[in-house]
T-cell receptor, first 113, second 115 residues
């Protein structure tokens, strides 16, 4: 079991640029979650998918953020245009069914200058 | 809306001493409760979970937690701390009535272990 795989591990970009974060969930997991972690706000749920369909995106901060899950093994979180306040660690997590624990990736540390 | 409070931001204990990390939750029904640990630069790893049944749950690495409905608490304990336990610990509550476990996390408690 390779676990949840996120790429890149680190991303440094300039304000205004587009950023794409990638996630491969654990095979067989039907739920995929995107979280953001900052010192000020802790861990925040941005969006989650069930069977590739977005279920709840109420945590997405602005229209600059978008997420897709084109198939069961891949999801992206895109920020366009990026701003310095988007700097954070973004985690992807997956779970197999309702109530099952989340399995987290190692995160992508995003720095927007 | 569900919420979690971890009142201790930072705790320091000596190696070999006992540990208790506090967690209080707010949720209308019987919650799903979790403790996760995060080492620097890493993702969150599940320590233990409570869904129902026995209110004392055992987890990995010698940790345990007790669900107390009357106190809305789910405190994490370990009888003897090891230096490798130094990390950040997160309590989380899950939506047991929804279609998925949307977890709401506490702000975390950073554990420092002195030798």
């Amino acid at each position: 079991d390779a676990g949840v795989i996120q790429s890149p591990r680190h991303e440094v970009t300039e304000m205004g640029q587009e950023v794409t974060l990638r996630c491969k969930p654990i095979s067989g997991h039907d739920y995929l979650f995107w979280y953001r972690q900052t010192m000020m706000r802790g861990l925040e749920l941005l969006i989650y998918f069930n069977n590739n369909v977005p279920i709840d995106d109420s945590g997405m901060p602005e229209d600059r953020f978008s997420a897709k899950m084109p198939n069961a093994s891949f999801s992206t979180l895109k920020i366009q245009p990026s701003e310095p306040r988007d700097s954070a660690v973004y985690f992807c997590a997956s779970s197999s069914q309702r109530g099952s624990p989340l399995h987290f990736g190692n995160g992508t540390r995003l720095t927007v200058t | 809306a569900q919420s979690v409070t971890q009142p201790d931001i930072h705790i320091t204990v000596s190696e070999g001493a006992s540990l208790e990390l506090r967690c209080n939750y707010s949720y209308g029904a019987t919650p799903y409760l979790f403790w996760y640990v995060q080492s620097p630069g890493q993702g969150l790893q599940l320590l233990l979970k409570y869904f129902s049944g026995d209110t004392l749950v055992q987890g990995i690495k010698g940790f345990e937690a007790e669900f107390k409905r009357s106190q809305s608490s789910f405190n994490l304990r370990k009888p003897s701390v090891h230096w490798s336990d130094a990390a950040e610990y997160f309590c989380a509550v899950g939506d047991s009535t929804g279609t998925a476990s949307k977890l709401t996390f506490g702000t975390g408690t950073r554990l420092q272990v002195t030798l």
